[in-house]
């Protein structure tokens, strides 16, 4: 079992800088891919960007490659989320994913990511 809290969302202006943390619990936080997600009112969750355990290699949407760098840092099971440049665009809550397949097994509650124009 494995929890995930989030947290360093906030309200940041057009052109501002957010940076998420997502904190792991358990033993084996370097196996899992983890993943950010996005969901904006009225429309469906969406993949952000992720990043595998066992080589870090990193995965991005299209709309944010340039702008959001994920890392993780193992010795502290914690993954993060770099946000810059951000958009009206970019408002939505902000959810952590932990999974060791094509899947997600594990969610946090979720952060709000406001960017105000």
């Known amino acids: 079992q494995v929890q995930l809290v989030e947290s360093g969302g906030g309200l940041v202006q057009t052109g501002g800088s957010l940076k998420l943390s997502c904190a792991a619990s358990g033993r084996t936080f370097s196996s899992y891919t983890m993943g950010w997600l996005r969901q904006a009112p009225g429309k469906e969750r969406e993949f952000v960007a992720a990043i595998r355990g066992i080589n870090s290699q990193t995965y991005y949407r299209d709309s944010v490659k340039g702008r959001f760098t994920i890392s993780r840092d193992n010795a502290k099971n914690t993954a993060y989320l770099q946000m810059n440049s951000l958009k009206p665009e970019d408002t939505a809550v902000y959810y952590c994913?932990?999974?060791?397949?094509?899947?997600?097994?594990?969610w946090g509650q979720g952060t709000q990511v406001t960017v105000s124009s």
């Open positions: 994913a932990a999974g060791r397949s094509s899947t997600y097994d594990y």
